[in-house]
């Protein structure tokens, strides 16, 4: 199985299969290339299956009258200056794909700010800020400064799953990491979060989005 390899300062291996069927990974600088091998044969049916769902993969239109959900509701698309309102995605008819990206960046900050903060105020997070990107390789991240990163794709995505984002990326500020009081520290926040993140993981086409 041929996979691109790109090593840099992360802390861990990850897998992505690109729009264009390639393989990537990307791995630690110090990881070797036996180790890469190995977390790829190990998760080649993850691969596979990722491969067959991307020739029948979703996609977006943001043509006048398409019916798009974001974080739960469902707008419909018309012609106009880029805003959401009464149930309506307006958009331009030139530069459409980039106003929708900054629309939704928009609303992606205003609603996973919302639930960050209903999190942190019951359970006593603490963050410093929070932004929005467009990334496609991960839902969200937490710097040690205690930055959240969110992408925007998010707004796709049911509201309890990106609650769920919202609470892993909070429980990052008190654990800088993936051990087993990360996820005691997730569990006490969300007992049912195997399933969440197991049903989020079915809406990662959403992160092939506006390519």
């Known amino acids: 199985m041929k996979y691109r390899v790109i090593k840099s300062r992360r802390r861990t291996l990850c897998l992505s ?63 106009g200056k880029p805003k959401l309102e009464n149930g309506i995605i307006f958009l331009p008819v030139n530069g459409r794909k980039e106003a929708f990206l900054k629309l939704i960046k928009r609303y992606s900050k205003e609603k996973m700010s919302a639930l960050a903060e209903s999190v942190s105020s019951r359970y006593r997070f603490e963050y410093s800020s929070i932004r929005i990107s467009s990334a496609r390789t991960r839902w969200g991240s937490c710097s040690r400064k205690g930055v959240l990163s969110f992408t925007c794709f998010l707004a796709f995505v049911p509201v309890d799953l990106a609650y769920y984002v919202a609470v892993h990326e909070l ?9 087993r009081n990360f996820w005691r520290e997730v569990e006490s926040v969300l007992p049912d979060w195997r399933s969440r993140r197991k049903a989020l993981r079915k809406e990662e086409d959403c992160l092939n989005y506006l390519r």
Do not use: M, Q
Request: glycine share 6%; hydrophobic share 35%.
């Open 171 to 179: 429980c990052h500020t008190r654990h800088f990491d993936h051990s």
């Open 17 to 79: 299969v690109e729009k264009d069927g390639e393989i990537l990974v990307r791995a630690p600088i110090a990881t070797g290339d036996k180790e890469i091998e190995a977390f790829v044969i190990k998760h080649e049916r993850w691969i596979s299956a990722r491969l067959a769902k991307r020739k029948g993969e979703r996609r977006l239109s943001l043509n006048d009258g398409e019916r798009i959900t974001l974080f739960g509701v469902t707008y419909e698309i018309e012609e």
